[in-house]
């Protein structure tokens, strides 16, 4: 039976750990739990926020609806040849279904670990880190339309995938519930290693024949170097995306700027936004109970009991250094809950 409690603290459901309440909350175990909610009209009608592992989101204030935490849980796997397809529940933790392919010895998912979050929220998002999105190991995803109480099925080319991009964050936005995700994998792995930080840290390693398991522990090492662990300091990871600027612009930056940070880009040229926030002098910096990471700028942190609102506030400050500075716009990649 599916229970809905009253004014529950999120506190300990993102990993900022802001100590925002909800109006309404409930779990969802099964999919069937989805159709038995919304059978009743007063729960579409009502604002929504569907959670996952709460890492990719700021609460500037109390929820004044519903929240729906996706509990689905399950892995299930299929090797057809040299191809092999994963399908893992909304409500299973990101790094522990990647951990779950590695030791299969399924490659494609290997840049991806230690990302923080659900794998519902991973095509909403579009993760990725290292070279590699989801949208490279995604196959399909089963999502729940509230409208009509039914299920239906989204290929790749109906999420419209982009950077940090995806139908579930533009036209679809609030219009279906992500339930379950299924992955194309491969046994023959196709190493992607040309981010210098995994090169270095290869050869520090001595090794010069890296295995899907020799990357996934690199860049798992990586990240723990840069980031802050959620359950000791309150954070979401990177909080805004790399920015793509056009080439022409990036030609008159770069002649101000020589050592600007940047990569190619389909669209134009990346800029490491890390290193734009780094320059306006950020890093490391504490602004009431908030603050940057003293290893990576582009992490903002909640030192203790800073609210949302600060942790807003603080963002909407770089944003605007980084402009008079660069010429360049940052946007937010966490989402803002307000």
């Known amino acids: 039976?599916?229970?809905?409690?009253?004014?529950?603290?999120?506190?300990?459901?993102?990993?900022?750990?802001?100590?925002?309440?909800?109006r309404y909350f409930t779990e969802i175990n099964r999919e069937e739990d989805l159709q038995e909610l919304f059978l009743d009209d007063q729960w579409k009608q009502l604002p929504r926020l569907v959670l996952g592992g709460g890492s990719?989101?700021?609460?500037?204030?109390?929820?004044?609806?519903?929240?729906?935490?996706?509990?689905?849980?399950?892995?299930?796997?299929?090797?057809?040849?040299?191809?092999?397809?994963?399908e893992a529940g909304a409500g299973e933790v990101w790094n522990e279904l990647v951990t779950y392919c590695v030791d299969h010895g399924f490659a494609g998912m290997e840049n991806l670990s230690l990302i923080p979050g659900s794998v519902g929220a991973s095509p909403i998002q579009n993760i990725g880190a290292y070279g590699i999105e989801l949208k490279d190991v995604f196959h399909s995803c089963h999502a729940f339309e509230i409208a009509s109480g039914t299920f239906r099925t989204f290929t790749k080319e109906e999420c419209g995938f982009g950077y940090r991009e995806s139908v579930f964050k533009s036209e679809l936005k609030g219009q279906y519930i992500i339930?379950?995700?299924?992955?194309?994998?491969?046994?023959?792995?196709n190493l992607s290693l040309h981010y210098g930080a995994i090169q270095q840290e290869l050869e520090k390693r001595g090794i010069e024949q890296p295995t899907i398991k020799d990357v996934s522990q690199v860049v798992s090492h990586i990240r723990v170097s840069k980031l802050p662990d959620p359950s000791t300091i309150g954070n979401a990871g990177?909080?805004?995306?790399?920015?793509?600027?056009?080439?022409?612009?990036?030609?008159?930056?770069?002649?101000?700027?020589?050592?600007?940070?940047?990569?190619?880009?389909?669209?134009?040229?990346?800029?490491?936004?890390?290193?734009?926030?780094?320059?306006?002098?950020?890093?490391?910096?504490?602004?009431?109970?908030?603050?940057?990471?003293?290893?990576?700028?582009?992490?903002?942190?909640?030192?203790?009991?800073?609210t949302g609102q600060e942790v807003y506030t603080l963002s909407s400050q770089i944003i605007d250094s980084v402009y008079t500075k660069f010429g360049v716009s940052l946007e937010r990649e966490v989402n803002i809950i307000n």
Not at 67 to 79: A, F, L, S, T, Y
Not at 258 to 270: F, I, L, N, T
Request: aromatic share 10%; with cysteine; proline share 3%.
């Open 179 to 189: 339930t379950r995700v299924k992955f194309q994998l491969s046994l023959q792995p």
């Open 1 to 22: 039976m599916l229970q809905i409690e009253q004014n529950v603290s999120l506190k300990n459901f993102n990993t900022f750990g802001i100590d925002a309440k909800a």
């Open 238 to 306: 990177s909080f805004f995306k790399n920015p793509v600027i056009s080439k022409e612009q990036f030609e008159t930056l770069v002649s101000e700027f020589p050592d600007v940070v940047h990569y190619p880009a389909s669209d134009g040229v990346k800029l490491a936004a890390g290193w734009l926030i780094e320059q306006c002098g950020w890093k490391g910096k504490t602004v009431g109970n908030t603050g940057t990471w003293k290893n990576q700028a582009l992490v903002l942190v909640n030192h203790g009991n800073a």
């Open 56 to 86: 990719n989101m700021l609460f500037v204030k109390d929820f004044e609806g519903l929240v729906i935490r996706m509990n689905i849980r399950g892995i299930e796997h299929r090797i057809n040849h040299e191809e092999v397809t994963v």
